[in-house]
């Protein structure tokens, strides 16, 4: 799953997220329902300021290893569960 930092203005301020530039196929993140243009706030309950963060993160668990990923969609909040997959 591609991510890309992204600024977006948010109470009058400029702010950095982490956006998902894209979703493929059979990605697991598809499985659970994530889609292009939800932006990551935490992963493992750990707030997120950069696409580097979220990178290392995952970068250092297993292949097997579920993490838990809380993201926005429009104005609603959601969490998933993804089993991370060879990368």
Do not use: C
Not at 1 to 22: G, H, R, S, T, W
């Amino acid at each position: 799953v591609p991510f890309v930092n992204k600024e977006l203005v948010q109470n009058d301020q400029v702010v950095e997220v982490i956006y998902v530039a894209d979703v493929t196929k059979n990605a697991q993140a598809k499985k659970a329902g994530m889609k292009r243009g939800d932006i990551i706030l935490e992963i493992d309950q750990i707030e997120l300021e950069k696409m580097l963060d979220l990178r290392k993160y995952i970068y250092e668990k297993e292949v097997g290893e579920r993490v838990n990923i809380k993201y926005i969609r429009g104005n609603k909040e959601y969490q998933v569960n993804i089993t991370l997959a060879k990368k």
